[in-house]
């Protein structure tokens, strides 16, 4: 623990969310202030001589030079703890219920002050070590079940370690001490509740490569841009392109055991409808609902700019903690943009000098550090637990340009590029991943997982469908410049076959009850199938069928609908295979088998 | 606190004016400001360093002199004095009276800038409001605490749009409480008396309150107008239980004007100029839009805007995009062929339409119905854009089948009367009636079990005809 030391001073200069105070000897960068008689949250950016400049977390209107500033000489941190998972936090760990029953009014009144988590709850410890045991910090302590998904494991916290000279079973709450452990007669005791300071990353043990998938029940993104467990993922595009929603489905059926869903400067109905549906959707992997490995933190767009800037930190820092317990967490952002812009306008405040598009210089720089918090690690403790953070941010480009601060600063950190059209989007082509632009540099180290799950098809079947849409997009120059009639037979079944793959595989309702979700089995066998129709068009166009018949194929019609069969009847789409087969030999004329021979 | 008064102007710039020698002076109070003449203004701290305080002028500094103007901060932020006797009353931009009535006699005087909605205690909009046009019900719906604005163009019938709306707007499960809220922004008189005239005309103008500043009224105060209108809709709405409908117009005046502020502030600004936090700046009134749980009201925005120069991608319709939950863009194409409503199908977005519609809210069948009707549109505009390169001959017969059906849509479906109030029904009716123009085994988008409902007895009824 640092040493806290109380500073007081008084506002001089209030400017929106920034305020400078005098007085302020002694107060340090990136500590915790509160502000003005209402208690104003707020974080030190800047000292210079006895000037502190401030960040405010809160409305200003009403403040007045004169008023005190306080400082507790701590950095802003937040409370690690069971009571994490399922709570609706702002973007410095209140919990938003809290704040309503506070505020006894729907709106979010200042200088409000509640805990992140519950001082009166009682939690079931059970202890995995015994007194007499040696720890060092990470090791487990014990657990309680926070939610009916996820077990909470007390860990002990960094800097600590010695013998264990006592450990309570039973019920406690958070602020009770459960272990005591004796450093060569230094007694630390421990207690469930531990802070962390948000902008410090959590450190591991060692860093592992990202070659484990994360899937996303999403075709577009787990067949072609695939993302790994602890990797980095962006989407950028413009409004109404489809950020939000595949960030939900993400958060939705990203197989992760823990999921940060962090609304940062976007709307209020959309965390809004998050909170309402999670409780009700189930997870696909445990059958329990969502939000029992969910935590949800927001800043809408209408809240106070500065705490947008806390809220990722928040975020990553929740993410860390759970990662630490040895969890898969997945963690999504929406939008970076948001938070940039709010940085930008600290930063304007600060009159620091401006850089591209008035962004401060450390843009860069301050992206790359947050998404460099991801990653696959062996984390702290003995008994070597594997954790991941997976990090997928949105990102909003003015315009849909992409070429502005925010995104190409994003770009060059980020593994993962889903890239959204706006044509695509108005086409209600969804989701409207790009796929010509869009990459993944993860697709190559995941190829051998799948291969050797599916028959060393997998990364053969990608390739080729890729291919095909590719020599679609070339063929379909050619078709604007002179019609399709100059293709040959050949061409038009690429053609063809590009467009089941658009439609029948890329294309994926969110909003249908079974097309949202895909499972990797079902993904390989509608790929199978396409590409095998394929296969078996080029053969009967080359055996002299006719072209207008072999489009219009029923089992062309059940390849269509291959999407919305329920995971339980996928073992139908195998029997496709036997259809194509025998439809197209239908369809080849007499002798044509000679022909080929 | 006594209200304290300074003659202490040190300088003024633009809408700007410094205060030396200040004493407890709130970030944000009100300040009142009168001149010489005997003149008021009002205006608003924007900073205060130390003993010096920057007040923003509603009205403009035209006329301030440094010495003879006399400046007193009122203790108090901005408020409005709200009660339900608002409703038939018409205000200026500043909230005052200008109809020749009575003051009004408040029953709650509130901050004009609201709080932000906690988004715990938002309750998610999901009930359909029936607009009557088929190009919102059918395909962009709208739902009751939404805010859904007009992206428009100089010389586009927006304003028309917005009242026939106003004027149809109900919802599918009956009659309820409701209240319109307006509030101008430099608009013209003009446009001002079209919507009091059609407002008056229908009978709606006792449940209507106006905000107007117009066009030649001073721009700064325009950055009050839109708060105030929102904290009038807040009280009808939270308060009185009604359900409100919130015009704003013009939104690209008051970004002008917000930008005039920020080019004297001297602050370093953004894209063309606007200043770097004009997104939250709107968001802090867009999302003011929304339902509570536990409350029966709701307030529905629609803000118009116009595109400067046509461009989507300018930052006010741009930022206004990634804010609203959604947007209905006109198309100046559509207008030129003739075409009112003329709504751009393909870019327009209703983000609310999911939780809006379906069975036992407008139909089982709408979703898809309205999926498909996109996809079929889409193909067949591109079809047509291909036919005008290579001819109609370089299409194959599904494509000429598509091109066929986008113009037909575009005559039947978009196409409609200014009074002409289509129900839901009649709505999808219309979209399957043009999906038969369509091979059936392209309808992909569409469940098999809706195709059997709803098509086949209109394909069969058609086969019928054309064998008599
Ligand atoms: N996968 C999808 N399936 C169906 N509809 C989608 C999908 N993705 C996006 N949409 C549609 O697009 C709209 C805009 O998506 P959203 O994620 O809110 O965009 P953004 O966050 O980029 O502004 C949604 O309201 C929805 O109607
Ligand atoms: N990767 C891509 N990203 C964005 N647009 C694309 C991409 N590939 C193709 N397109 C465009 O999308 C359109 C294809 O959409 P769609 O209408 O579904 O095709 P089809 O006419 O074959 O049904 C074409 O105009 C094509 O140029
Ligand atoms: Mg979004
Ligand atoms: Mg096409």
């Given at each position: 623990m640092p040493d806290k030391k109380e500073v007081k001073g008084v506002i001089e200069r209030i400017s929106g969310s920034l305020v400078v105070a005098g007085g302020m000897e002694g107060a340090s960068m990136q500590d915790v202030v509160h502000i003005g008689e209402l208690g104003l949250v707020g974080e030190i950016l800047e000292v210079n001589g006895d000037k502190a400049s401030i960040q405010v977390y809160e409305e200003t209107s009403g403040l007045m030079p004169g008023e005190p500033v306080v400082s507790m000489g701590e950095p802003l941190s937040v409370e690690l703890g069971p009571g994490i998972i399922e709570q609706f936090y702002d973007g410095i760990q209140r919990p938003l219920e809290l704040i309503e029953k506070a505020a006894k009014s729907p709106y979010i009144s200042r200088g409000i002050s509640v805990p992140a988590l519950d001082r009166e709850k009682k939690w079931d410890f059970t202890p995995k070590v015994k007194v007499g045991d040696d720890v060092i910090a990470g090791d487990i302590l014990g657990t309680v079940q926070e939610t009916v998904v996820v077990e909470h494991r007390i860990m002990v916290p960094y800097g600590i370690k010695g013998k264990v000279s006592k450990i309570e079973k039973g019920e406690h709450t958070v602020e009770e001490v459960i272990a005591v452990i004796d450093d060569n007669g230094t007694m630390h005791e421990v207690k469930m509740l531990q802070r962390w300071p948000v902008r410090k990353s959590r450190p591991v043990k060692t860093r592992l490569a990202p070659n484990v998938p994360m899937t996303t029940g999403q075709r577009v993104v787990d067949a072609f841009f695939p993302v790994a467990l602890g990797g980095t993922a962006c989407v950028p595009g413009p409004f109404g392109s489809g950020k939000t929603v595949?960030?939900?489905?993400?958060?939705?059926?990203?197989?992760?055991?823990?999921?940060?869903?962090?609304?940062?400067?976007?709307?209020?109905?959309?965390?809004?409808?998050?909170?309402?549906?999670?409780?009700?959707?189930?997870?696909?992997?445990?059958?329990?609902?969502?939000?029992?490995?969910?935590?949800?933190?927001?800043?809408?767009?209408?809240?106070?700019?500065?705490?947008?800037?806390?809220?990722?930190?928040t975020a990553i820092t929740l993410a860390e903690y759970y990662r630490d317990m040895g969890y898969s967490v997945a963690l999504m952002a929406d939008s970076t943009s948001r938070w940039a812009e709010a940085l930008r306008e600290m930063s304007g405040r600060l009159e620091e000098m401006p850089g591209e598009e008035g962004y401060p210089a450390y843009l860069g720089t301050r992206l790359a550090s947050f998404y460099e918090r991801a990653g696959r690690c062996i984390v702290n403790g003995k008994d070597g637990r594997e954790g991941s953070i997976t990090v997928i941010g949105a990102v909003s480009p003015p315009g849909g340009d992409l070429s502005e601060p925010v995104t190409q600063n994003t770009l060059r950190v980020t593994k993962v590029f889903w890239g959204l059209d706006a044509n695509l989007a108005y086409q209600r082509h969804f989701p409207a991943i790009n796929w010509l632009n869009s990459y993944s540099l993860y697709t190559e180290r995941l190829d051998p997982y799948w291969d050797e799950k599916f028959d060393d098809q997998w990364s053969g079947l990608r390739t080729e469908a890729m291919g095909l849409l590719e020599q679609e997009a070339q063929l379909n120059e050619i078709v604007r410049l002179v019609g399709i009639d100059a293709l040959s037979r050949d061409e038009r079944m690429v053609m063809e076959t590009a467009k089941s793959l658009r439609e029948d595989f890329l294309h994926q309702n969110a909003f249908h009850e079974i097309d949202t979700y895909a499972s990797m089995e079902k993904q390989f066998k509608m790929l199978r199938t396409i590409v095998s129709f394929h296969h078996a068009g080029l053969d009967a166009l080359h055996k002299g069928a006719p072209m207008n018949k072999l489009f219009n194929l029923p089992v062309r019609e059940q390849i269509a609908r291959m999407r919305y069969l329920e995971e339980k009847d996928i073992a139908q789409i195998d029997k496709l295979e036997d259809t194509i087969k025998e439809q197209i030999s239908g369809i080849i004329p007499v002798g044509g088998d000679t022909n080929a021979a | 606190m006594l209200p304290r008064e300074y003659r202490t102007i040190s300088s003024i710039s633009g809408p700007l004016m410094m205060v030396e020698k200040t004493q407890d002076v709130?970030?944000?109070?009100?300040?009142?400001?009168?001149?010489?003449?005997?003149?008021?203004?009002?205006?608003?701290?924007?900073?205060?360093?130390?003993?010096?305080?920057?007040?923003?002028?509603?009205?403009?500094?035209?006329?301030?002199?440094?010495?003879?103007?006399?400046?007193?901060?009122?203790?108090?932020?901005?408020?409005?004095?709200?009660?339900?006797?608002?409703?038939?009353?018409?205000?200026?931009?500043?909230?005052?009276?200008?109809?020749?009535?009575?003051?009004?006699?408040?029953?709650?005087?509130?901050?004009?800038?609201?709080?932000?909605?906690?988004?715990?205690?938002?309750?998610?909009?999901?009930?359909?409001?029936?607009?009557?046009?088929?190009?919102?019900?059918?395909?962009?719906?709208?739902?009751?605490?939404?805010?859904?604005?007009?992206?428009?163009?100089?010389?586009?019938?927006?304003?028309?749009?917005?009242a026939q709306i106003a004027r149809q707007a109900t919802v599918i499960s009956g009659h309820e409480d409701f209240a319109v809220v307006f509030a101008a922004m430099g608009i013209t008189f003009e446009e001002a008396s079209f919507f009091m005239e059609d407002f008056r005309r229908t009978g709606a103008l006792q449940r209507t309150v106006l905000y107007i500043n117009l066009a030649d009224d001073p721009a700064?105060?325009?950055?009050?107008?839109?708060?105030?209108?929102?904290?009038?809709?807040?009280?009808?709405?939270?308060?009185?239980?009604?359900?409100?409908?919130?015009?704003?117009?013009?939104?690209?005046?008051?970004?002008?004007?917000?930008?005039?502020?920020?080019?004297?502030?001297?602050?370093?600004?953004?894209?063309?100029?606007?200043?770097?936090?004009?997104?939250?700046?709107?968001?802090?009134?867009?999302?003011?839009?929304?339902?509570?749980?536990?409350?029966s009201g709701s307030i529905t925005q629609i803000p118009i805007l116009t595109m400067p120069e046509d461009d989507k991608t300018h930052p006010i319709p741009d930022l206004t995009g990634y804010i609203t939950e959604g947007q209905i863009i006109l198309s100046r194409s559509l207008h030129r062929q003739g075409i009112y409503p003329p709504v751009d199908v393909m870019p327009s977005l209703s983000r609310l339409k999911d939780k809006g519609i379906g069975r036992d809210k407008t139909r089982e069948d709408h979703a898809d119905l309205m999926n498909q009707l996109f996809a079929a549109y889409a193909r067949g505009k591109e079809a047509k854009e291909l036919a005008v390169i290579l001819g109609e001959g370089a299409l194959s017969d599904e494509d000429k089948a598509f091109a066929k059906f986008s113009t037909v849509f575009e005559d039947k479906y978009v196409r409609q009367g200014e009074y002409e109030n289509r129900t839901i029904k009649e709505t999808l009716e219309l979209g399957w009636d043009l999906l038969t123009m369509i091979p059936v085994k392209e309808l992909k988008r569409i469940r098999d079990a809706y195709i059997e409902k709803y098509l086949n007895p209109l394909l069969k009824a058609k086969a019928e005809k054309g064998n008599a």
């Open positions: 595949i960030q939900h489905q993400f958060a939705k059926w990203a197989q992760a055991q823990i999921v940060v869903y962090v609304g940062c400067g976007e709307r209020g109905n959309e965390m809004t409808d998050v909170l309402l549906e999670f409780p009700e959707l189930d997870d696909p992997q445990t059958g329990q609902p969502l939000m029992k490995r969910t935590t949800l933190i927001a800043n809408t767009s209408n809240m106070p700019v500065a705490a947008r800037e806390a809220s990722v930190y | 709130m970030y944000d109070e009100l300040v009142e400001i009168t001149l010489s003449n005997g003149d008021k203004r009002r205006g608003r701290v924007l900073e205060i360093e130390s003993d010096r305080a920057l007040v923003q002028v509603f009205e403009g500094t035209t006329g301030i002199e440094n010495d003879d103007t006399k400046v007193r901060f009122l203790g108090k932020v901005l408020t409005l004095p709200v009660s339900r006797d608002m409703l038939g009353r018409v205000f200026n931009g500043r909230g005052e009276p200008i109809d020749g009535g009575a003051q009004l006699i408040a029953e709650q005087n509130l901050d004009i800038n609201g709080m932000p909605m906690n988004p715990f205690s938002r309750d998610y909009p999901s009930e359909f409001i029936q607009t009557g046009i088929s190009t919102i019900d059918g395909l962009n719906p709208m739902v009751r605490g939404q805010k859904l604005p007009i992206f428009s163009a100089s010389g586009l019938p927006h304003n028309r749009m917005a700064i105060e325009r950055i009050s107008t839109p708060r105030i209108a929102l904290t009038a809709a807040e009280y009808l709405a939270f308060e009185c239980n009604m359900h409100v409908v919130v015009i704003l117009t013009d939104l690209t005046n008051y970004c002008e004007a917000l930008r005039e502020i920020s080019a004297a502030r001297k602050e370093v600004p953004g894209r063309r100029g606007y200043p770097g936090y004009l997104y939250t700046d709107l968001a802090t009134m867009y999302e003011r839009a929304g339902r509570l749980k536990g409350k």
